[in-house]
């Protein structure tokens, strides 16, 4: 049973665009959530985290939001550069009693096109 | 620069055969380190939680004896697949936490996977 889903297993934006990638997760104990980037024979590099105390975070040209209450999380990328083409996973954890548990997606592989 | 390095990257062996993969921290002491396992398409699945000096836990549904985790030092956890069938063919990847990090609530530093194929 797949606690955190990414349905979009494929995104292809065109260069200076916006990119926005999509997570739903189930368990409601989650309370921390991230973004993890992976080019293909590396392993995911953190991106961009978002505590359940707020519903926005923004770093440079990445910014997550959260919605608790429909349980949704995105990752928006603007402007959408061709080296941002990776797959991105998102992740959730609580922090109690398994703090140090991820729960990760599927992964979307984001295609920026120049 | 990597913070966390996995070996090997790639292995291809026959069936039987016990393999042993190693995930190291670099720049800090982890006490806790993570072994998943990702199957094409899916998600990364934890499989256990590596804990320095004491026994590993391991997620419902993962064989203890089949994946042997041992977690011999604060900079080295090892993840050995016994008497491997092609079954076990998948990509494994650990982890490690920075207890000492920037962040309040550490986000985990990733090895670059190790590519397991069995004949």
């Known amino acids: 049973d797949q606690q955190v889903k990414q349905n979009s297993p494929s995104l292809s934006v065109q260069e200076g665009r916006i990119s926005i990638l999509n997570c739903d997760y189930t368990n409601s104990m989650f309370d921390y959530f991230l973004w993890y980037k992976k080019y293909p024979a590396e392993g995911p590099t953190f991106l961009i985290s978002i505590s359940s105390i707020k519903d926005k975070n923004e770093d440079g040209r990445f910014t997550v939001f959260l919605n608790k209450s429909a349980k949704h999380l995105s990752l928006h990328i603007v402007p959408s550069q061709p080296g941002d083409s990776a797959v991105y996973f998102c992740?959730?954890?609580?922090?109690?009693?398994?703090?140090?548990?991820?729960?990760f997606g599927s992964g979307t592989k984001l295609n920026v096109k120049p | 620069g990597a913070v966390v390095s996995q070996h090997p990257s790639r292995v291809i062996c026959k069936s039987g055969t016990s393999v042993k993969i190693e995930c190291r921290s670099l720049?800090?002491?982890?006490?806790?380190m993570f072994w998943y396992r990702q199957f094409p398409k899916q998600s990364l699945m934890l499989m256990a939680t590596s804990n320095e000096g004491s026994k590993a836990t391991y997620e419902q549904g993962v064989e203890k004896d089949k994946f042997l985790i041992n977690h011999a030092s604060l900079t080295l956890s090892t993840l050995t697949v016994t008497s491997a069938h092609p079954e076990d063919s998948s990509f494994y990847i650990c982890?490690?936490?920075?207890?000492?990090?920037?962040?309040?609530?550490?986000?985990?530093?990733f090895g670059d996977g190790t590519r397991l194929s069995i004949l």
């Open positions: 720049d800090f002491q982890a006490t806790t």
């Open positions: 982890s490690a936490r920075d207890p000492m990090g920037p962040y309040s609530n550490q986000p985990q530093h």
């Open positions: 992740a959730a954890s609580g922090t109690r009693g398994d703090f140090n548990k991820f729960y």
